[in-house]
């Protein structure tokens, strides 16, 4: 088996090297210096696939072209396109540059054209720039490109039994655009193939390339010179950290005193510099009057798949599979929860709504974490069976959200480092957290839930079940101790 020469500037390495040529300089020199991608975003990888596999079936009696031997692949892409076919995962190859198109469609005598297959839900600018490519490579080992597409998700697709692929896809022309890349792409090349090809490795240069269009992976390494309360934790203070960082000031406590902050920010950087906690008593108490007994700790797991897995839902919607309720009766009164987990292998929400019906009642406040996300779920659901919808909505109107306060800044720790999230919260104000945890947040808790059943034995779906109780059971059992806690705070001076 041939293997492929890592000095070839592919379209995966293009899209790297314009975004950083140290990033680029890296995968063809030092690839061991990529850490191996997380669980979110394999996953993402993978769905990006299936939605690959999908979009073949748009052009019947298309030839799939084996990836494993790369010399073979090379041979064969170049033997097929006499058949006039669709071809996908044709590949090509010139001057140093590699390419391999998605769907190669024939049109006319000898034409073809691009139809590169995103599994996001828009066309984006980075598309362009990955189509110029492949038609640069193309064009310059003798294939004649007449248009360019891109077949892009279809958010408002809902599915109704089998997956229809003409439904699914967007499929959007994007020649003009792509045409207005191709002088440029081709002196991009030119310097990326230099930049593989340098035996020094380019200088780290931190910026908003950094996540854009994609987060790079040697961040962590790149980054690794900013301290802990650095500029850029600074509450809601975005890409203005960068003209800090061209000042040379790294931490929030070297700012200088004159520097306009928001008051939430001045907060930040006043409990940075006094080692302080910051305290509201008199909105913290504004806040617990709005807390109607019987108060009820409510949250949602969910998942969400580009290509849906059941009826009535659409690409990426967030489906919940899991709640945890706490119930206090009154204040000092010990919570009984509730607890629901579906089942992986089947539609859960129709249960999961008769479940937290049951189980809510209807008097008394329910609290959330970031109550928005909780409210959308309750939305969907209402939508999605009618005999709920009524009540659904009754639930939002019933909905205080716990975030309020620490949004607000009326409770401040610098252990939060500018972040009002639970995750933060919830260890700054009392000691708890998830460190330790099987699941730890609510994207990892999603792919657990998908994993059940996909050749798992018994003990370990009951295992991983178990995991997602506990963490789902946090979310709202620490929900009660942040407002104990708030309690407590509220009677200071």
């Given at each position: 088996?041939?293997?492929?020469?890592?000095?070839?500037?592919?379209?995966?390495?293009?899209?790297?090297?314009?975004?950083?040529?140290?990033?680029?300089?890296?995968?063809?020199?030092?690839?061991?210096?990529?850490?191996?991608?997380?669980?979110?975003?394999?996953?993402?990888?993978?769905?990006?696939?299936?939605?690959?596999?999908?979009?073949?079936?748009?052009?019947?009696?298309?030839?799939?072209?084996?990836?494993?031997?790369?010399?073979?692949?090379?041979?064969?892409?170049?033997?097929?396109?006499?058949?006039?076919?669709?071809?996908?995962?044709?590949?090509?190859?010139?001057?140093?540059?590699?390419?391999?198109?998605?769907?190669?469609?024939?049109?006319?005598?000898?034409?073809?054209?691009?139809?590169?297959?995103?599994?996001?839900?828009?066309?984006?600018?980075?598309?362009?720039?990955?189509?110029?490519?492949?038609?640069?490579?193309?064009?310059?080992?003798?294939?004649?490109?007449?248009?360019?597409?891109?077949?892009?998700?279809?958010?408002?697709?809902?599915?109704?039994?089998?997956?229809?692929?003409?439904e699914f896809f967007d499929i959007v022309d994007i020649t003009d655009e792509v045409a207005t890349l191709s002088a440029a792409t081709c002196e991009h090349a030119q310097e990326l193939l230099s930049t593989m090809c340098s035996p020094t490795c380019p200088e780290a240069i931190v910026g908003t390339h950094c996540n854009d269009p994609y987060d790079c992976p040697l961040r962590e390494e790149c980054w690794d010179f900013l301290p802990d309360d650095n500029v850029f934790s600074l509450y809601r203070f975005g890409s203005a950290a960068y003209t800090l960082l061209d000042r040379g000031i790294f931490s929030i406590a070297d700012l200088p005193q004159e520097f306009p902050l928001t008051r939430e920010q001045q907060i930040q950087r006043n409990c940075l510099v006094d080692g302080a906690i910051h305290v509201e008593p008199t909105a913290i108490r504004s806040f617990l009057r709005s807390l109607e007994y019987p108060v009820h700790y409510l949250d949602f797991e969910t998942f969400s798949t580009a290509i849906p897995l059941f009826d009535g839902i659409r690409p990426y919607q967030q489906v919940p599979f899991q709640f945890s309720l706490h119930v206090v009766q009154q204040p000092g009164d010990t919570p009984k929860q509730y607890a629901f987990l579906g089942d992986a292998t089947c539609d859960p929400r129709r249960e999961l709504s008769a479940a937290l019906r049951a189980a809510i009642g209807s008097e008394g406040c329910i609290v959330a974490y970031s109550k928005s996300f909780e409210i959308g779920v309750l939305h969907a659901l209402g939508s999605a069976f009618p005999e709920y919808e009524v009540w659904a909505e009754g639930v939002c109107d019933r909905m205080v959200d716990l975030l309020v306060p620490f949004r607000g800044f009326n409770y401040y720790n610098p252990s939060q480092r500018g972040s009002a999230s639970l995750k933060r919260v919830l260890p700054a104000l009392t000691g708890e957290g998830y460190d330790g945890l099987a699941i730890s947040d609510g994207s990892l808790a999603g792919l657990a839930y998908l994993s059940c059943g996909a050749g798992m034995s018994a003990e370990e779906i009951q295992q991983v079940r178990a995991n997602l109780l506990e963490y789902c059971g946090l979310d709202t059992s620490g929900m009660i101790q942040i407002v104990e806690k708030l309690t407590e705070l509220s009677h200071s001076s």
């Open positions: 088996m041939t293997r492929r020469n890592n000095s070839l500037l592919s379209k995966t390495r293009y899209i790297a090297g314009m975004q950083c040529p140290r990033y680029l300089w890296v995968i063809a020199n030092a690839r061991e210096r990529i850490p191996q991608p997380d669980a979110g975003t394999q996953f993402a990888f993978d769905q990006g696939h299936e939605v690959g596999e999908l979009a073949k079936r748009l052009f019947p009696g298309g030839v799939d072209i084996p990836s494993e031997d790369f010399a073979a692949s090379l041979r064969q892409s170049r033997e097929l396109l006499s058949d006039r076919v669709p071809l996908f995962e044709a590949a090509f190859m010139n001057g140093g540059k590699y390419a391999r198109v998605d769907i190669l469609q024939p049109t006319g005598q000898s034409d073809w054209n691009i139809i590169e297959v995103k599994s996001s839900t828009k066309v984006k600018d980075v598309h362009y720039r990955d189509v110029a490519f492949q038609k640069h490579v193309c064009q310059q080992a003798g294939i004649s490109i007449d248009r360019c597409f891109l077949a892009h998700v279809n958010n408002q697709y809902v599915r109704n039994g089998e997956i229809l692929p003409d």
